[in-house]
């Protein structure tokens, strides 16, 4: 008698982030996963990112995750592109993302009138970094408020990710932060990430991320 | 024959948190679940509480709940009072503070000798509200940087709470914040949620903070 094994979640989880990865391969969708704590602020990071790859005639969606309501995918509307939020509440309320959800939100977006797709991931620091959904890239966004020692206590989520966004660097000024510790903390739990501080507020370091995303890592 | 059935993982997890109860009681420990995202100031909230409470003759210890690494509890041993770092690490780098990993650091606590003790829980505003740990009171730190929104985006959070504390109130000048719009969104979540803002840096609010947890709630 043959035992019937149920497949492991991740190993689940992995085979529709491949079917995921395929679709966007078959259309040439670069896709950039972006993780941080709430708050650090990854949505106001789009709503400046994305004019800026416009004007480059790249065109840009966002699959907006999210565990309740639609308040980021109404701040992102005004960029006239497309936006799906998957709230991860139906699906038991999870944490992160996962690859079924963004599964179910490619069902609302035309891939082959796309070049940027943005999936921006629940506020957490932790859940999220364990799941690949299909992504070109990780990228995680720190901001300057959440102290040096971040990369050191959540330090999954700095080895997993490409880009590390330092956020909210007009605060500094305000703040007992070290920003050099900082980059150090972040560089000593992954050598090879790239460190790019910014401000969604004055500009500063946006040039730099949009120049990675338009070469597409 | 008797089919095996694993116990629920949650119905494990509030046995545990209950026999957890059952100790504090006995030795009438007030106890205090501390959660927020990373970065919102939990840490540098004790090192002022703590002192305060000291002052009056109020005898305090902490759990000191991270993923790995051992920096908060290097800062609150200064405060020359019991502390236990518990790392999830061991336990398969869980998000969350568990029930039994309070039950492994109260075996290094002597209750007796104790009238509070915080756990102060992993940084993730998602996951760490689902849990029962056997304390009297959850309480969640939301920083001023975060946003207004973070309520109505993390409702399950705000509404196992008993007491919300806005935190880097002095950093509030420096930011688009409506501590206003916050506070309402906090209470549109949870009527019965205590608001208190506090400042670690400046002191504001701590008094009120302080009241609370001599009172026992």
Same mark, same amino acid.
């Given at each position: 008698m043959e035992i019937p094994v149920i497949r492991d979640v991740l190993e689940e989880s992995n085979a529709l982030a491949?079917?995921?990865?395929?679709?966007?391969?078959?259309?040439?969708?670069?896709?950039?996963?972006?993780?941080?704590?709430?708050?650090?602020?990854?949505?106001? @990071?789009? /709503?400046?990112?994305?004019?800026? !790859?416009?004007?480059?005639? #790249?065109?840009?969606?966002?699959? %907006?995750?999210?565990?309740?309501?639609?308040?980021?995918?109404?701040?992102?509307?005004?960029?006239?592109?497309?936006?799906?939020?998957?709230?991860?509440?139906?699906?038991?309320?999870?944490?992160?993302?996962?690859?079924? @959800?963004? /599964?179910?939100?490619?069902?609302? !977006?035309?891939?082959?009138? #796309?070049?940027?797709?943005?999936? %921006?991931n629940i506020g957490n620091l932790v859940c999220p970094a364990e799941f690949y959904l299909g992504e070109n890239f990780k990228v995680v966004v720190l901001s300057t408020t959440e102290g040096e020692d971040k990369p050191l206590k959540y330090p999954l989520m700095f080895r997993e990710c490409s880009v590390c966004l330092i956020s909210k660097m007009d605060l500094a000024p305000h703040l007992d932060i070290d920003v050099e510790l900082l980059k150090a903390n972040v560089l000593k739990t992954n050598a090879r990430i790239k460190v790019l501080p910014v401000s969604s507020k004055t500009g500063e370091g946006l040039d730099a991320w949009v120049e990675w995303i338009a070469r597409k890592g």
């Open positions: 491949k079917e995921n990865r395929a679709l966007f391969d078959e259309h040439k969708v670069f896709v950039v996963n972006i993780m941080s704590s709430p708050g650090s602020g990854k949505t106001t @990071l789009l /709503q400046k990112t994305i004019p800026l !790859l416009q004007a480059r005639g #790249l065109r840009c969606a966002v699959v %907006e995750g999210d565990i309740t309501s639609t308040l980021d995918s109404e701040r992102l509307s005004p960029l006239g592109i497309p936006v799906v939020q998957a709230n991860t509440e139906p699906f038991g309320g999870d944490c992160h993302v996962g690859a079924h @959800l963004v /599964q179910a939100a490619l069902k609302y !977006l035309d891939l082959s009138a #796309l070049d940027i797709l943005f999936i %921006e």
